[in-house]
C-alpha cells in the first residue's frame, strides 16, 4: 500500500491593496471633514462673557478670543481714525472697547451689543473686530409700522 499524501491546501488568496487604499482614502475623506466642520463651526467655541463677567476673569481670559456684551456706554462713542472707540457696561462693570472699522448701522449709544475679540496685551481695553447689536421686542412694539411688511408679522 502506498501512502497518498493529502490533498493540497491551496494558498489562501492574496489580500488585495486597493482594499486597503480604498479603505485608507475613505478614512482621510472622514478626517478631512471632521477638520473642515471643526475649522466652520469654529466661531461656536468662541466663549461669551457680559462685561462685569470678563472683568472679574480678566487674567484668566488672556489674550484669548471670545464675545463680550454690554450696553454702550452714552457720551464715549469717538471716531479714532479707522477705528471707532466706545465703553460697554454692565452690572457695573465698564470695558473700554476700540473696535477696528466701522460699526454697523444700528449702532449707538445706550444699546446692547455683543462684540467679538479679546483684551490688548498689557491693558484692559477691548480690541473688537465685529460687533453685533442686541434686538429687543420693545422695537416692534415702539414702531410696528417698521416690521408691518415682514413675513410672520
Excluded: C, W
Excluded at 452690572?91 to 460699526?103: E, K, L, W
Amino acid at each position: 500500500m502506498t501512502a497518498t499524501s493529502p490533498p493540497a491546501v491551496p494558498p489562501a488568496p492574496p489580500v488585495r491593496s486597493t482594499s486597503r487604499l480604498r479603505l485608507v482614502v475613505a478614512a482621510l475623506v472622514v478626517l478631512g471633514a471632521l477638520g473642515f466642520l471643526f475649522v466652520k463651526l469654529g466661531d461656536a467655541t468662541v466663549y461669551f462673557r457680559t462685561a462685569d463677567e470678563a472683568v472679574k476673569q480678566r487674567d484668566s481670559l488672556g489674550e484669548r478670543r471670545f464675545r463680550l456684551e454690554g450696553v454702550v456706554v452714552p457720551g464715549t462713542v469717538k471716531q479714532a481714525g479707522n477705528d471707532v472707540t466706545f465703553d460697554i457696561a454692565e452690572n457695573g462693570a465698564t470695558i473700554a472697547v476700540r473696535h477696528a472699522g466701522d460699526p454697523p448701522e444700528l449702532f449707538q449709544p445706550d444699546i446692547p451689543v455683543v462684540l467679538e475679540g479679546h483684551f490688548t496685551e498689557g491693558s484692559d481695553t477691548f480690541a473688537s473686530d465685529r460687533i453685533m447689536v442686541k434686538h429687543s421686542e420693545s422695537y416692534n412694539a415702539e414702531h410696528p409700522e417698521r416690521t408691518k411688511n415682514y413675513v410672520g408679522k
